[in-house]
């Protein structure tokens, strides 16, 4: 990065370290920590229930509930249904917290390098 010689940057190049220290910046990561961490530990904690289960209790993971249908393998497709609900959740979230603060956060960098 070009530096003045008081080492502030140049006009129209960006200071991205002043950014990551920014108020608005470091509320755009505690926002997605606090969502995607609580998330990725609860979804963890659950699938490694389901493997404890199924090497340490496969007399529970193979109760018929109905039909061929067991509990082991309703467990596994619930792994797959609560993957996708992360999923949505995350998107969601995104879509309403966390784009629009990056968004405006964006357009301050863009014309900030546009020397505006």
Sequence with gaps: MTETPTGAPAK???DYIAVEDSPRFRELKRAHRGF???LAAFFLIWYFVYVLLAGWAPGFMAQKLFGDVNVGLLIGLGQFVTTFAITMAYV???NKRLDPQSSAIRE???KQEAGA
């Design 36 to 38: 995607v961490f609580p």
């Design 12 to 14: 129209g190049r960006i």
């Design 108 to 110: 301050d960098l863009e």
């Design 92 to 94: 969601s979230f995104a």
